[in-house]
């Protein structure tokens, strides 16, 4: 059975307050915020350095391209089943009428089919699903502000997962911990951002973490295209201190199409399936602050970032977090106020294919540290190498391999331990390939292997399948 979760009126009136509020003179487009770079670890200008004489660039008779950059193939190539960027097209129209008058429409069905093959809590399989609703509305189009944009995402979750089966503390499947681990249906995105020039911006509403994470770095994937583990995609020691959906409010610094920095005031609580209201700071405050530093190195560009979020409620290292699964133990210990936790995160292109900068390898690596006694995780890091169209003929491929290390912190280990249950530092390894059967139908083949943390436990094998289809 699933369940709905919308507090459409609130919303509502959000939006009617914010178009009554906002500033008019913004310069910089809704589209120009709109475009994020999706291949791997890039990080310029998204310029176009094709060159047919390289030899190397896609053509129609490549099984899978991207249309938009091959005009000359006409619509008798471009817009059949085989080669159109979503499985229905431009639903009669209707697609390209919504986004003439200012709403981008971006639904997505991923479904998963996941088997602990050995050790981890439980040997199982399991099958489940998400379907994202992605609508932007652009404010200059529909005739309000120019420079305001409205983004909405509502997720629809059903079926199972083996998230608990495998290692609770390193969540084998990002997508399936939205909107809860119910089956549920529930708006975890209303955000709104205005432009008052091409470098500064206003944004509050209520956010979604990996959608923000996602934002950053596209190549990470929110878990339905790049890699499935929450360890390889977030910094694990902002689980504290980051829930999976907030309401905050804050300012953007941007560097052309991308976000150099940040700073956001935000609830401590979680709100995914939730308007949040009734619950609002009633337990203090937090902030996230972040800074980009981008690099170019020969053509091959790359970012450093600073991450710091800091709450000043109360917690200790045992309360629940949103990103971690574990039972009660019937320990209470003592709450201290405050937590914090700082990450830095790289990424950088090791190669560029000279005519089509899609093709591409990229690193991406993250540490991170935190307040032990807050915390379960006292650090951790990430390392990874993603790549996209290495192979002939497979332009839109991509295909990653990463390994994670989670260290827990010394007091959430003797809290657990005095209750006979022995915990361990946990680490892992990912490695998948994703397949563009075409452009609206992704294949993905996906293996984990997670050393748990419970010490009684042995190491998890995880082998998974992925299927996305655009509508």
């Known amino acids: 059975m699933i369940r709905f979760r919308f507090n459409v009126t609130v919303w509502v009136i959000l939006l009617l307050l914010a178009v009554l509020s906002l500033d008019q003179q913004a310069e910089l487009t809704a589209q120009e915020l709109l475009s994020p770079f999706q291949s791997v670890g890039n990080t310029d200008d998204d310029s176009d350095t094709s060159d047919d004489t390289c030899g190397c660039c896609s053509s129609c008779d490549t099984p899978v391209f991207d249309c938009s950059s091959h005009a000359s193939c006409g619509n008798s190539c471009c817009n059949d089943i085989r080669h159109r960027e979503q499985l229905f097209g431009d639903w009669l129209g209707i697609r390209s009428g919504l986004a003439k008058h200012g709403i981008v429409t971006d639904i997505q069905w991923t479904q998963f089919y996941q088997s602990v093959t050995s050790g ?3 040997e199982t399989s399991a099958y489940g699903g998400k379907l994202d609703y992605n609508l932007t509305f652009l404010g200059e189009q529909m005739g309000l502000n120019k420079g305001l944009i409205a983004v909405l995402h509502a997720e629809t979750r059903h079926g199972n997962d083996i998230i608990s089966d495998a290692a609770p503390l390193a969540a084998s499947n990002t997508n399936m911990l939205y909107p809860s681990l119910e089956n549920e249906t529930a708006i975890t995105a209303l955000q709104f951002i205005q432009m008052f020039n091409p470098e500064w911006a206003l944004t509050f509403g209520k956010f979604n973490a990996i959608d923000f994470f996602n934002t950053l770095y596209p190549q990470t994937g929110r878990g339905i295209d790049g890699f499935m583990n929450v360890s390889m995609i977030v910094p694990m020691t902002t689980g504290r201190t980051l829930p999976l959906s ?14 150099q920095g940040a700073l956001l005031v935000y609830d401590s609580n979680d709100v995914t399936t939730t308007a949040g209201f009734d619950v609002l700071f009633d337990n203090g405050a937090n902030i996230v602050g972040l800074w980009r530093f981008f690099t170019d190195h020969g053509g091959l560009h790359g970012s450093h970032l600073l991450f710091g979020t800091y709450a000043n409620g109360k917690y200790t290292s045992l309360d ?17 106020t405050g937590s914090w936790s700082f990450s830095y995160i790289l990424e950088q292109q090791l190669w560029v294919d000279c005519c089509d900068r899609n093709r591409n390898i990229g690193f991406f690596g993250q540490v ?9 995780f006292e650090w951790t890091m990430s390392a990874s190498l993603q790549a996209q169209g290495l192979l002939c003929g497979r ?8 390994y994670f290390y989670s260290g827990l912190s010394g007091d959430f280990k003797a809290l ?3 209750v006979g249950v022995v915990f361990d530092d946990l680490q892992g390894g990912e490695i998948y390939y994703n397949a563009a059967i075409t452009p609206w139908l992704h294949l993905t083949g996906d293996v984990q292997f997670i050393q748990p943390g ?18």
Request: net charge negative; no cysteine; proline share 7%.
């Open 246 to 259: 907030f309401l905050g409010a804050g300012v953007m610094k941007m560097r052309g199409k991308q976000i």
């Open 120 to 122: 981890g809590n439980d």
């Open 368 to 376: 991170s540290v935190a307040d032990e006694k807050t915390n379960p």
């Open 454 to 471: 419970i010490v009684a436990n042995d190491t998890a094998v995880v082998a998974g399948l992925r299927v996305n289809i655009k509508f």
């Open 320 to 336: 629940p977090t949103d990103w971690v699964f574990f039972p009660p133990v019937g320990v209470v210990p003592g709450e201290q």
């Open 395 to 402: 332009d839109q491929d991509t295909m990653g391999i990463g």
């Open 416 to 418: 657990l331990s005095g």
